[in-house]
């Protein structure tokens, strides 16, 4: 059975993409997030944010990133909001990123 969870950016609460699904991970495996092994270790957090980072105007980029982070398939989706999906379904708390100019 894959369980699935996907945060949303509607929140009040603003954070980094890369800080976002590092928090709907932990709270897909019910851990604390200290406690999930490092982003670092499958990508770079980094350049999850400044993937997302708004326009050179302002605008909000789109877009769709894919990667696996142990055993499990993340995916971050950019349209009008940020969703962040494991393993390609719904099911877990809102979230919201920070998409403000650098």
Do not use: K
């Not at 929140?11 to 495996?29: F, G, K, L, Q, Y």
């Not at 877990?92 to 998409?99: C, G, I």
């Amino acid at each position: 059975m894959t369980n699935s969870s996907t945060g949303t950016s509607s929140d009040a609460v603003h954070e980094t993409v890369s800080s976002a699904v590092v928090n709907v991970i932990a709270t897909h495996r019910n851990v604390d997030p200290v406690d999930l092994p490092p982003l670092y270790e499958w990508i770079d957090p980094d350049a999850i944010d400044a993937l997302f980072e708004p326009t050179r105007t302002g605008g909000p980029r789109h877009g769709r990133l894919e990667f696996e982070y142990d055993g499990q398939t993340i995916a971050v989706d950019c349209t009008d909001d940020v969703e962040i999906s494991i393993d390609g379904a719904s099911a877990a708390p809102s979230v919201s990123v920070r998409q403000s100019n650098v």
